[in-house]
């Protein structure tokens, strides 16, 4: 049983940044992939960013790509999304989650998921 815990949302204004931090319990990882999903009001849970827990290799959804930043600290067990240059449309409660595989782009391959951090970013 793996338990995540998302920090670090809130309100900022566009152009600004903010960093999320999950931290993660119960397990001890090993080939895992750790994810970012996103939620916005009345819309599907979008993929964002994941990296592998062994490697630290990235991937990102283009809407955030070359703004937002994945990385963990395997010493924490914590994975954090650095995002810069946040747009309104950036608005929505970010999940964190992990995958017990080696790889995972699809929401449906995520086992573990967090309780959300919200973030919204005003015009």
């Known amino acids: 049983q793996v338990q995540l815990v998302e920090s670090g949302g809130g309100l900022v204004q566009a152009g600004g940044s903010l960093r999320l931090s999950c931290a993660a319990s119960?397990?001890?990882?090993?080939?895992?992939?750790l994810g970012w999903f996103r939620q916005a009001p009345g819309k599907e849970r979008e993929f964002v960013a994941t990296i592998t827990w062994i490697g630290g290799s990235t991937y990102y959804a283009d809407s955030v790509k070359g703004r937002f930043t994945i990385s963990r600290d395997n010493a924490k067990t914590t994975v954090y999304l650095q995002m810069n240059s946040l747009k309104p449309e950036d608005t929505a409660v970010y999940y964190c989650?992990?995958?017990?595989?080696?790889?995972?782009?699809?929401?449906?391959?995520?086992?573990?998921w967090g309780q959300g951090t919200q973030v919204t970013v005003s015009s």
């Open positions: 119960g397990s001890t990882f090993g080939r895992y992939v």
């Open positions: 989650a992990v995958g017990l595989r080696d790889k995972a782009l699809r929401r449906k391959e995520y086992d573990y």
